[in-house]
């Protein structure tokens, strides 16, 4: 009877909510373009969901083998990135090196070298003219091994969520999600947000439709994510369902499974 109970109550909700979602493509929409529908403006997320979405970025940390980024020359350094310097002929000055909470990194022979917010050409022509007092015509190069200051985060119903390193001082929703690897087949992808942090306790949130920039090549929603933003893309409302339904169906499986292990055994 528990069985019986627990499959009609499954199959009443899958027929039930089949009819509302739209055929199911692939994973990540591989090759899916989506037709465009009229749909209702949809109210800002509470202060209390941000505050548990936003949560959710000290527990998920992405994959090792997310793709980094192309290297952007117009990054600004700061505190916890890395650096490796190198001085042609002269090793006893190369190596790598942490920029410091006071946004100066120790440098053999010269001291302290403040190059907080500098480029990697500023801090050569820093390096290069600190070094001419030790250092005949100093041949130096500059390579950031760490980029550990800036992030932003996307988290939901994408590949890899989490952390996302910054190689420059913004990077664009696209970019953010390719590195995420992409909504997945659970996502309501057209209801995403851009969360930015606020001192005032009001995070600002700006509605943006992924699904238009991944798949119809709408550039208008193709946002600017500094520092510390958010882009959360929620899940759709059949993963919703399944996820609060899974708990209590998990349970009647099991004994449906041990059921017929009885019935098979002959006891």
Do not use: W
Not at 150 to 173: F, Q
Not at 206 to 233: A, C, F, H, S
Not at 234 to 239: F, H, I, K, R
């Amino acid at each position: 009877m528990l069985c019986l109970r627990g499959s009609f109550c499954f199959l009443f909700l899958s027929v039930y909510f089949g009819c509302l979602l739209p055929k199911a493509y692939g994973q990540n929409f591989a090759g899916f373009v989506p037709v465009e529908t009229q749909q209702k403006e949809e109210k800002l997320l509470s202060d209390d969901e941000i505050s548990k979405i936003l949560r959710q970025q000290t527990v998920i940390s992405p994959s090792q083998n997310t793709p980094p980024p192309l290297e952007d020359s117009n990054y600004t350094l700061g505190a916890t990135d890395v650096i490796e310097v190198t001085v042609q002929r002269h090793p006893e000055v190369s190596g790598q090196y942490v920029v410091n909470k006071e946004g100066k990194i120790q440098y053999e022979f010269v001291g302290d070298i403040e190059i907080l917010g500098k480029t990697k050409k500023e801090v050569v022509d820093i390096l290069t003219e600190a070094l001419k007092k030790y250092i005949i015509a100093p041949d130096v190069t500059v390579k950031i091994v760490g980029y550990n200051s800036k992030v932003v985060y996307v988290i939901g119903e994408v590949g890899r969520p989490g952390k996302i390193p910054m190689r420059g001082d913004t990077i664009t929703v696209r970019e953010a999600l390719i590195q995420a690897g992409l909504p997945l087949l659970s996502a309501k992808a057209s209801k995403s947000k851009l969360i930015t942090p606020s001192r005032n306790g009001k995070p600002r949130q700006v509605n943006v439709n992924i699904q238009k920039l991944l798949y119809e090549g709408d550039l208008r929603q193709n946002l600017v994510m500094k520092p510390g933003d958010t882009l959360y893309v929620p899940p759709t409302l059949m993963t919703k369902t399944m996820r609060v339904l899974q708990p209590i169906t998990a349970p009647i499986g099991t004994a449906a499974g041990t059921g017929r292990s009885v019935m098979t055994t002959g006891f």
